[in-house]
């Protein structure tokens, strides 16, 4: 079995700086794309930054500027550093991973994280 546990989300005043992470956990061979999604209210889920195995990162083009994707292949970690926030940016913010083991690779879910950020 495989975990993701995302941490760091909280309450920020505009303008602001949240740090979030992502931990995967279990029986892990190798991660290959990690990234980070947001569902706002009333909103669908949408893409905020993807970073490969080799480090190669894409962004929407909402955050481009704001927010930086790394991770810790280590660790297997991956982390969204958020800078400038705006009420707009206001979600529930998971983490995805593709995660390969013994019996293949699948796409693996956090439980999400929520980042509040008021005006």
């Known amino acids: 079995q495989v975990q993701l546990v995302e941490s760091g989300g909280g309450l920020v005043q505009a303008g602001g700086s949240l740090r979030l992470s992502c931990a995967a956990s279990g029986s892990i061979f190798s991660i290959e794309q990690m990234g980070w999604y947001r569902q706002g209210p009333g909103k669908e889920r949408e893409l905020v930054a993807t970073i490969t195995s080799g480090g190669s990162t894409d962004y929407a083009d909402s955050v481009k500027g704001r927010f930086t994707v790394s991770r810790d292949n280590a660790k297997n970690t991956v982390y969204l550093q958020m800078n400038s926030l705006k009420p707009e940016d206001t979600a529930v913010y998971y983490c995805?991973?593709?995660?390969?083991?013994?019996?293949?690779?699948?796409?693996?879910w956090g439980q999400g994280t929520q980042v509040t950020v008021s005006s």
């Open positions: 995805n991973a593709e995660v390969c083991s013994a019996y293949g690779c699948a796409l693996h």
